[in-house]
């Protein structure tokens, strides 16, 4: 009991089916206190669900929700240490700013001037000062999930939960409020478990993510551990712009084993992974690593080298995209800054040689 | 949906018709109402203006105590039904078994008066022996006179008759609101009853006061059910039923007729006044949401 | 199987060290409590007062007819007595007074609901639709009953027409005949087919006029290969609506029909005031079979859930 004063959730065995569907597959993994934490995942995976199960708007199939050490799984919200914001239309819209972040202090009758202190103070904290007799249909999406976020941390739950909060919003505004609840975690110090289907806005807030899809938890670690090495073939295709390529172990010694693509073998560390000769595995590599290697250039030893036809050149902006198809049909991308450095013109059809430094490759076995 | 290229005659060819037929529904009500105003009454070629009619009827203590009786089953229905259809509306929001839930609760509507009423009799009347046979049985008193014929039953069928129409309001009202309000609210700490009650009736209180209205209306201009399933007293129009199958039309008659419409018309009136002015506020509303205010 | 990443100290074994709280007097009434039942309360209230009378109205059909009462028994007398006199033939002639009020029903008030839902504005439809909302909320009863200063041989009509001109003696046939009927079933049900063809006209989007004006659809293909197919299920509730109304509602063919008209409502009623109850019985059980009938067939032809769309 005593370590599990700094786990502010944990889920056990958890499971919810709707009539015959099943939107979650007995889960279990638990988060410590103040921490902000993901749940990444494409949509219909159960993340939300999942969330719900923990806020207390579902009812579990099967399964526990512990929140600090207290097993909540048959209460109500309104009995639970937590507190939730949507994605949207889910300020109370008869009621002004101020009434909608009063609204859970004056149900736990709190006085008067405490409410105003309180709902002045967060009001500040979320960047809306003089917002209060503003109504909800009077502000801009931003501004009303601030206000929702607002309603939520004034009642000083430590746990909050939050339910795509910023799906409804354009880019650019998605970027600034990544930024702002970030800080506002950081203040406030409280858990926040935050579900997102978009990578980049995880990635931008989150200390820890959790890759949910099709009711299974796929994989947990830092943000930087999920980017940079995921352990799953699932987690390489849906985080970052990898390049997924399947293959059949040749050989296996000193911790690194030989792929062979059928057209090429390539060499990749395999972090103690269960794989033996023969087996079926994936490996990738995120298209920021993979260079096309030009006529005159002499790469380092350590590079692994595999041959491909170049296709086209896309231009995205910020990047440049170059799409080349592999001998066994395949097309991969090497994403380079634009401008960045002098690029080659390749010409559609023309032989190239791929080639990524030997050890950012991951091995997958599943 | 405007059409740029459509005739402007033929549009309004077809306005005059719309129009035209409303003016044919409402117009044998208008001239009932129109002929209730003539001393001499139907059919005769001087016209006289007069209330002497509708004295008649109110001097009547028989209509006003009959009077009396429809606004009581008029209010008993609300107390009953309303609940009720807001019940119903938040468990067709939750079930799984949509389909069969709102056949249920809508096929009344397709069952007609006299075929509803005349098996709800039998099946009071069955009750009625059922219960004192168990009482027989069990030597006590306490189920004599269960669902004897009298304003309980009434009531019932009058229940079974308005709830759909009261079902159906409330629950289009309830299909704009965003059940996410609720959870907020749940996860502000409300209880079930307190989000409900502070956040969600709030906003589906006109369909509320509309289905209110509905059911007065209609429990109001009920007859043939209440005809057949009460006991012990007379609503209003069953006595306007009575007059003009025994006596046939009088001045009176045409009275009562021209009571029952104009109150119809004006709870419905004000029903509608009252939705166009919501409706315009609303406008109002979305107009300045579609300009939102910046930051200041 | 989750692969069951744990973050922070694993919990160890299986068994939890805390009880479960025990079950406070709070969860009884909470939401999973009492809470949770009071919304049967509907379901149980329609199944007690609506759908066991209607299913009980065959086993009565088939009681002992007593001198005031009935008793339990089984005989089709009810249903004999029916069939062999001049009810059974009533039954059908009504049912074909309905057929007909339902078809001018369709004529004059489809054509509208059609027109609200294409030519008026988003905003304005619900306020037309409000017009024919006001005589269908006036008492059936006053509306019936005013049928007759109307169409009778010194109504409105009958002066009118005399007035011009057009006649020169009063038209009878409308009032106290089988056509007087049909008028009232029209006069009082119209609104429903106008309510039923509109609400599945505006489940239609927009955008299915724009492409056929586009495609360049004539207005007949529009209305027969879209409009019709589209709206089909309105138009068949609002068209059940008419025809069970039509044989069930006693108070027109009494108001308006001639001596001896009768529909399946009087036939009952009158059955009723007889102290025949197993033949009440036996008619509410024709006239529900027939119900049963037509929505089992428009429902496999048009499935009926569409008109629920709306309110989903």
Same mark, same amino acid.
């Given at each position: 009991?005593?370590?599990?004063?700094?786990?502010?959730?944990?889920?056990?065995?958890?499971?919810?089916?709707?009539?015959?569907?099943?939107?979650?597959?007995?889960?279990?993994?638990?988060?410590?206190?103040?921490?902000?934490?993901?749940?990444?995942?494409?949509?219909?995976?159960?993340?939300?669900?999942?969330?719900?199960?923990?806020?207390?708007?579902?009812?579990?199939?099967?399964?526990?929700?512990?929140?600090?050490?207290?097993?909540?799984?048959?209460?109500?919200?309104?009995?639970?240490?937590?507190?939730?914001?949507?994605?949207?239309?889910?300020?109370?819209?008869?009621?002004?700013?101020?009434?909608?972040?009063?609204?859970?202090?004056?149900?736990?009758?709190?006085?008067?001037?405490?409410?105003?202190?309180?709902?002045?103070?967060?009001?500040?904290?979320?960047?809306?000062?003089?917002?209060?007799?503003?109504?909800?249909?009077?502000?801009?999406?931003?501004?009303?999930?601030?206000?929702?976020?607002?309603?939520?941390?004034?009642?000083?739950?430590?746990?909050?939960?939050?339910?795509?909060?910023?799906?409804?919003?354009?880019?650019?505004?998605?970027?600034?409020?990544?930024?702002?609840?970030?800080?506002?975690?950081?203040?406030?110090?409280?858990?926040?478990?935050?579900?997102?289907?978009?990578?980049?806005?995880?990635?931008?807030?989150?200390?820890?993510?959790?890759?949910?899809?099709?009711?299974?938890?796929?994989?947990?670690?830092?943000?930087?551990?999920?980017?940079?090495?995921?352990?799953?073939?699932?987690?390489?295709?849906?985080?970052?712009?990898?390049?997924?390529?399947?293959?059949?172990?040749?050989?296996?010694?000193?911790?690194?084993?030989?792929?062979?693509?059928?057209?090429?073998?390539?060499?990749?560390?395999?972090?103690?992974?269960?794989?033996?000769?023969?087996?079926?595995?994936?490996?990738?590599?995120?298209?920021?690593?993979?260079?096309?290697?030009?006529?005159?250039?002499?790469?380092?030893?350590?590079?692994?080298?595999?041959?491909?036809?170049?296709?086209?050149?896309?231009?995205?902006?910020?990047?440049?995209?170059?799409?080349?198809?592999?001998?066994?049909?395949?097309?991969?991308?090497?994403?380079?800054?634009?401008?960045?450095?002098?690029?080659?013109?390749?010409?559609?059809?023309?032989?190239?040689?791929?080639?990524?430094?030997?050890?950012?490759?991951?091995?997958?076995?599943? | 949906?405007?059409?740029?290229?459509?005739?402007?005659?033929?549009?309004?060819?077809?306005?005059?018709?719309?129009?035209?037929?409303?003016?044919?529904?409402?117009?044998?009500?208008?001239?009932?109402?129109?002929?209730?105003?003539?001393?001499?009454?139907?059919?005769?070629?001087?016209?006289?203006?007069?209330?002497?009619?509708?004295?008649?009827?109110?001097?009547?203590?028989?209509?006003?105590?009959?009077?009396?009786?429809?606004?009581?089953?008029?209010?008993?229905?609300?107390?009953?039904?309303?609940?009720?259809?807001?019940?119903?509306?938040?468990?067709?929001?939750?079930?799984?078994?949509?389909?069969?839930?709102?056949?249920?609760?809508?096929?009344?509507?397709?069952?007609?008066?006299?075929?509803?009423?005349?098996?709800?009799?039998?099946?009071?009347?069955?009750?009625?022996?059922?219960?004192?046979?168990?009482?027989?049985?069990?030597?006590?008193?306490?189920?004599?006179?269960?669902?004897?014929?009298?304003?309980?039953?009434?009531?019932?069928?009058?229940?079974?008759?308005?709830?759909?129409?009261?079902?159906?309001?409330?629950?289009?009202?309830?299909?704009?609101?965003?059940?996410?309000?609720?959870?907020?609210?749940?996860?502000?700490?409300?209880?079930?009853?307190?989000?409900?009650?502070?956040?969600?009736?709030?906003?589906?209180?006109?369909?509320?006061?509309?289905?209110?209205?509905?059911?007065?209306?209609?429990?109001?201009?009920?007859?043939?059910?209440?005809?057949?399933?009460?006991?012990?007293?007379?609503?209003?129009?069953?006595?306007?039923?009575?007059?003009?199958?025994?006596?046939?039309?009088?001045?009176?008659?045409?009275?009562?007729?021209?009571?029952?419409?104009?109150?119809?018309?004006?709870?419905?009136?004000?029903?509608?006044?009252?939705?166009?002015?919501?409706?315009?506020?609303?406008?109002?509303?979305?107009?300045?949401?579609?300009?939102?205010?910046?930051?200041? | 199987?989750?692969?069951?990443?744990?973050?922070?100290?694993?919990?160890?074994?299986?068994?939890?060290?805390?009880?479960?709280?025990?079950?406070?007097?709070?969860?009884?009434?909470?939401?999973?409590?009492?809470?949770?039942?009071?919304?049967?309360?509907?379901?149980?209230?329609?199944?007690?007062?609506?759908?066991?009378?209607?299913?009980?109205?065959?086993?009565?059909?088939?009681?002992?007819?007593?001198?005031?009462?009935?008793?339990?028994?089984?005989?089709?007398?009810?249903?004999?007595?029916?069939?062999?006199?001049?009810?059974?033939?009533?039954?059908?002639?009504?049912?074909?007074?309905?057929?007909?009020?339902?078809?001018?029903?369709?004529?004059?008030?489809?054509?509208?609901?059609?027109?609200?839902?294409?030519?008026?504005?988003?905003?304005? *439809?619900?306020? !037309?639709? =409000?017009? $024919?909302? @006001?005589?269908?909320? /006036? #008492?059936?009863?006053?509306? +019936?009953?005013?049928?007759?200063?109307?169409?009778?041989?010194?109504?409105?009509?009958?002066?009118?027409?005399?007035?011009?001109?057009?006649?020169?003696?009063?038209?009878?046939?409308?009032?106290?005949?089988?056509?007087?009927?049909?008028?009232?079933?029209?006069?009082?049900?119209?609104?429903?087919?106008?309510?039923?063809?509109?609400?599945?006209?505006?489940?239609?989007?927009?955008?299915?006029?724009?492409?056929?004006?586009?495609?360049?659809?004539?207005?007949?293909?529009?209305?027969?290969?879209?409009?019709?197919?589209?709206?089909?299920?309105?138009?068949?509730?609002?068209?059940?609506?008419?025809?069970?109304?039509?044989?069930?509602?006693?108070?027109?063919?009494?108001?308006?029909?001639?001596?001896?008209?009768?529909?399946?409502?009087?036939?009952?009623? *009158?059955?009723? !005031?007889? =102290?025949? $109850?197993? @033949?009440?019985?036996? /008619? #509410?059980?024709?006239?529900? +079979?027939?119900?049963?009938?037509?929505?089992?067939?428009?429902?496999?032809?048009?499935?009926?859930?569409?008109?629920?769309?709306?309110?989903?």
């Amino acid at each position: 009991m005593t370590q599990s004063s700094d786990i502010a959730v944990e889920v056990v065995d958890l499971a919810k089916n709707y009539g015959p569907v099943r939107a979650l597959n007995s889960v279990s993994f638990s988060i410590e206190g103040g921490r902000y934490y993901a749940l990444l995942g494409p949509s219909g995976g159960g993340k939300t669900t999942l969330l719900r199960l923990i806020g207390g708007f579902l009812r579990p199939s099967a399964g526990s929700v512990y929140l600090h050490g207290q097993d909540v799984s048959h209460l109500p919200p309104d009995r639970r240490p937590t507190s939730m914001v949507f994605q949207n239309y889910a300020l109370f819209p008869h009621m002004t700013v101020e009434r909608n972040v009063a609204y859970g202090l004056k149900l736990l009758k709190a006085p008067p001037g405490e409410i105003r202190d309180k709902v002045e103070r967060m009001l500040g904290m979320v960047g809306l000062e003089g917002y209060n007799r503003r109504m909800p249909h009077e502000l801009s999406g931003g501004q009303q999930q601030r206000v929702q976020l607002a309603r939520s941390l004034v009642l000083e739950r430590d746990i909050l939960l939050l339910d795509e909060p910023l799906a409804s919003l354009d880019a650019k505004l998605r970027k600034d409020m990544c930024l702002e609840l970030k800080r506002i975690q950081e203040k406030v110090g409280i858990t926040f478990i935050h579900v997102t289907h978009n990578q980049e806005e995880a990635l931008t807030v989150a200390d820890r993510i959790a890759i949910i899809a099709d009711g299974e938890l796929v994989e947990e670690g830092t943000a930087r551990d999920i980017y940079e090495t995921p352990r799953m073939r699932f987690t390489a295709e849906f985080i970052g712009d990898n390049n997924v390529l399947d293959g059949v172990v040749a050989d296996i010694s000193d911790g690194r084993a030989t792929v062979d693509l059928g057209f090429a073998r390539v060499d990749v560390a395999a972090h103690g992974l269960p794989a033996a000769r023969g087996d079926a595995v994936a490996l990738s590599v995120r298209s920021e690593l993979l260079r096309i290697v030009g006529s005159g250039q002499d790469p380092e030893a350590s590079w692994q080298l595999i041959p491909a036809t170049y296709v086209e050149a896309i231009y995205l902006g910020l990047t440049i995209s170059h799409l080349v198809r592999l001998p066994d049909g395949t097309e991969i991308v090497a994403r380079v800054i634009s401008g960045e450095r002098s690029e080659e013109e390749f010409e559609p059809g023309s032989e190239v040689t791929m080639g990524w430094p030997g050890d950012r490759a991951r091995l997958h076995v599943a | 949906m405007y059409d740029d290229f459509a005739n402007p005659w033929n549009i309004r060819l077809k306005w005059l018709y719309l129009l035209g037929v409303v003016f044919a529904l409402l117009m044998p009500v208008f001239y009932t109402i129109y002929i209730s105003f003539n001393q001499h009454g139907f059919g005769a070629r001087i016209y006289d203006f007069t209330f002497d009619w509708y004295r008649v009827v109110l001097g009547d203590t028989l209509l006003v105590v009959s009077l009396k009786w429809t606004v009581y089953l008029a209010l008993a229905a609300i107390a009953a039904t309303i609940p009720m259809a807001l019940l119903s509306a938040k468990f067709y929001k939750r079930t799984r078994r949509k389909v069969a839930f709102v056949a249920l609760m809508l096929s009344p509507l397709f069952v007609p008066a006299d075929i509803m009423g005349s098996a709800l009799l039998v099946f009071f009347k069955n009750l009625a022996i059922g219960f004192v046979w168990l009482d027989e049985a069990l030597g006590v008193y306490w189920f004599d006179g269960w669902f004897d014929l009298g304003f309980l039953t009434a009531l019932i069928g009058q229940v079974i008759y308005v709830h759909p129409y009261a079902f159906i309001v409330i629950l289009i009202t309830m299909s704009r609101y965003r059940v996410q309000q609720t959870e907020a609210a749940r996860g502000c700490g409300a209880t079930a009853w307190q989000a409900f009650w502070q956040v969600e009736f709030p906003q589906i209180r006109v369909g509320v006061f509309s289905s209110c209205a509905f059911v007065t209306i209609l429990s109001f201009n009920e007859a043939v059910r209440t005809a057949l399933l009460k006991g012990g007293f007379d609503t209003f129009s069953n006595v306007l039923v009575a007059q003009m199958l025994n006596i046939g039309m009088s001045g009176e008659s045409y009275a009562m007729a021209g009571i029952m419409s104009i109150v119809s018309m004006l709870v419905i009136g004000s029903v509608i006044v009252f939705t166009l002015l919501r409706t315009e506020r609303l406008e109002r509303r979305a107009r300045a949401m579609a300009e939102p205010v910046m930051s200041s | 199987m989750s692969s069951g990443a744990i973050s922070g100290p694993a919990r160890a074994g299986g068994g939890r060290d805390i009880p479960a709280p025990a079950a406070r007097w709070r969860d009884y009434l909470g939401e999973n409590g009492v809470q949770k039942w009071v919304f049967y309360i509907p379901v149980v209230f329609f199944l007690l007062f609506f759908a066991a009378p209607m299913a009980l109205t065959v086993v009565w059909s088939v009681f002992e007819r007593t001198q005031f009462w009935m008793e339990p028994g089984f005989t089709l007398f009810a249903y004999d007595n029916f069939f062999s006199s001049a009810r059974a033939e009533n039954y059908l002639f009504s049912m074909l007074h309905g057929a007909a009020s339902v078809v001018i029903a369709f004529a004059i008030g489809f054509p509208i609901a059609v027109f609200i839902r294409r030519r008026v504005t988003r905003v304005a *439809q619900h306020r !037309v639709i =409000l017009l $024919f909302i @006001l005589p269908f909320m /006036i #008492s059936e009863l006053v509306r +019936v009953f005013a049928m007759r200063p109307v169409l009778g041989r010194h109504g409105i009509v009958n002066s009118l027409l005399m007035e011009l001109g057009v006649i020169s003696e009063p038209i009878t046939v409308i009032l106290y005949s089988p056509l007087g009927v049909i008028i009232g079933d029209v006069m009082s049900f119209l609104p429903f087919m106008i309510f039923a063809g509109f609400l599945a006209l505006e489940a239609v989007q927009n955008y299915i006029f724009e492409v056929c004006d586009d495609l360049g659809t004539g207005r007949v293909r529009l209305f027969t290969h879209i409009i019709l197919p589209l709206a089909a299920p309105g138009i068949f509730a609002g068209s059940v609506f008419i025809f069970v109304n039509s044989l069930g509602v006693a108070l027109v063919p009494t108001l308006l029909g001639g001596p001896g008209a009768v529909n399946a409502g009087l036939i009952a009623n *009158q059955a009723i !005031v007889a =102290l025949d $109850f197993p @033949l009440a019985m036996a /008619i #509410s059980t024709i006239m529900i +079979v027939t119900l049963v009938a037509l929505l089992y067939i428009g429902h496999r032809l048009f499935d009926l859930t569409k008109v629920l769309e709306p309110i989903s």
